[in-house]
């Protein structure tokens, strides 16, 4: 048999503005444990847990940096000190995720709806497969927070529309034939 990586490519190819975002295959371990999170009958993903599972997904890291920052009381007010009358500060972490397709995106100026929408379909591909993330990705359904409705008749162009570069090549080619 030929070596698999000859002829399989296990990475995820998504076009946003022009441009195709390269999302890196997990390894063995990372996989199963979404594959695990999907399979879960009451698994409920917070907005947090998603956030953490694209930044995985995407290879950023944090980059901390410690900054002195004031604090502020319910009302939005910086809390003052009884003592000394000035405003109470305190140390907190003021640093980045980067690195990775994030920080590309990022340094690209992709819409975080954008990131979002990516990140949540590369989930869908490695936790669940190619076919719910691409309808995930065709039409937003499901996503809380982007496009709750299919998409309008109008937009629907027949054309090429899979998220796989040698998908769409394909397609094309058969839609110049016809």
């Known amino acids: 048999m030929r070596d698999l990586r000859e002829f399989h490519d296990p990475d995820l190819y998504l076009p946003i503005g022009g441009k195709t975002y390269r999302i890196t295959s997990p390894n063995a371990e990372d996989g199963l444990r979404l594959r ?3 399979a879960e009958p009451d698994a409920k993903f917070t907005d947090d847990d ?3 599972e694209i930044k995985r997904l995407f290879g950023a ?14 009302a939005g007010e910086p809390v003052i000190d009884s003592q000394t009358g000035l405003p109470v500060t305190e140390i907190k972490d ?3 995720w980067v690195g990775g397709v994030w920080q590309e995106m990022n340094d690209d100026g992709i819409s975080w709806r954008e990131i979002m929408h990516a990140g949540t379909t590369a989930m869908l591909h490695y936790g669940q497969g190619a076919t719910l993330a691409e309808i995930f990705w065709e039409t937003g359904m499901g996503d809380m927070e982007g496009n709750r409705l299919p998409p309008a008749p109008e937009t629907m162009t027949g054309g090429p529309r ?3 570069p040698k998908k769409r090549k394909a397609a094309k080619r058969t839609q110049r034939r016809k």
């Open 50 to 52: 998603q956030v953490a």
């Open 94 to 96: 003021v640093g980045n």
């Open 162 to 164: 899979s998220s796989s």
């Open 61 to 74: 890291t944090r980059e901390p940096r410690m900054a002195e920052v004031y604090v502020y009381d319910a």
């Open 36 to 38: 695990a999170l999907f």
